[in-house]
C-alpha cells in the first residue's frame, strides 16, 4: 500500500492560495489519490480525489504530475474557515490517515 | 445527504468495564469502520468490515472486538477498559471496494477512569 508524506504543519493568510504537497512514491497503478479535511471535534470530511492531471471542484483543485509519485492540494483565496487538519491517502484501499497537515490560516 | 450517526458524543467508564460503542449508517454502505484519534498520532485504524458478520484488523486492534450482525450496524467493544483506551472514536463507512470515498460519523470521546 502506498505510504504517504506530508508536511506536519503550514500557516496561510486569508485570502492566499494554499499548496499542500503528498508524496507517495510506491502508489500503485490503480490507486487513486484522495484528501480530506477534518476540522476541530469532527470527523474528517472527504475534499477531492483523483488519478492523474488536475481535478478540480468548489472546494479545491488536485494536481497530480505524469509520474504520479506525489500530489498538491490547492485551496484558493483561503479564509479562516479553512484552518482544519488535512490527510492524504494514495490508495484505495489506505485506510491509514497518518496524522495529517494542520494548517493554520491567519488573519 | 449520507448520514453516519454514533451512539454517545461523550462517555465516562471506569477501568475493568465492557464498553459498547454503536454506529450507524443509512446508505447501505458495505464497508464499515473504527478508528481512535490521539493527539499526534493521527487516525488510526482499528477494524474494518466489509460485509454483514465479516470482520478485519487494522493497525492496533489489541483490546478490541466488532460486531456487525446488520449491513448498518457497526459496533467496537471494549472487553475489558483501560485507561490507555482513552481517546476519540469514529466510525466510517463507505461504498463496495473501489476507491470510494469514506462518510464519518461524528465520533465518541470516551475516557476511562
Known amino acids: 500500500l502506498a505510504k504517504t508524506t506530508q508536511p506536519i504543519s503550514m500557516d496561510s493568510y486569508e485570502g492566499q492560495e494554499v499548496n499542500i504537497t503528498c508524496s507517495h512514491n510506491n502508489i500503485a497503478t490503480n490507486d487513486y489519490i484522495t484528501w480530506y479535511q477534518q476540522f476541530p471535534s469532527q470527523g474528517p470530511r472527504f475534499i477531492i480525489q483523483g488519478y492523474k492531471t488536475k481535478v478540480t471542484n468548489e472546494v479545491a483543485s488536485l494536481f497530480i504530475p505524469a509520474d504520479r509519485k506525489s500530489s498538491t492540494l490547492s485551496l484558493p483565496r483561503v479564509s479562516l474557515s479553512d484552518t482544519a487538519v488535512y490527510y492524504c491517502l494514495g490508495s484505495a484501499r489506505q485506510l491509514t490517515f497518518g496524522s495529517g497537515t494542520q494548517l493554520t490560516v491567519l488573519p | 445527504d449520507v448520514k453516519v450517526t454514533q451512539s454517545s458524543r461523550y462517555l465516562v467508564k471506569r477501568t475493568g468495564e465492557k464498553v459498547f460503542l454503536e454506529c450507524v449508517q443509512d446508505?447501505?454502505?458495505?464497508?464499515m469502520f473504527w478508528y481512535r484519534q490521539d493527539p499526534g498520532l493521527g487516525l488510526r485504524l482499528i477494524y474494518f468490515?466489509?460485509?454483514?458478520?465479516?470482520?478485519e484488523k487494522g493497525d492496533i486492534p489489541e483490546g478490541y472486538s466488532v460486531s456487525r450482525e446488520k449491513k448498518e450496524r457497526f459496533s467496537l467493544i471494549l472487553e475489558s477498559a483501560s485507561t490507555n483506551q482513552t481517546s476519540m472514536y469514529l466510525c466510517?463507512?463507505?461504498f463496495g471496494t473501489g476507491p470510494y470515498e469514506q462518510y464519518f460519523g461524528p465520533g465518541t470521546r470516551l475516557t476511562v477512569t
Open positions: 466510517a463507512s463507505s
Open positions: 468490515s466489509y460485509d454483514v458478520k465479516m470482520k
Open positions: 446508505m447501505d454502505h458495505e464497508n
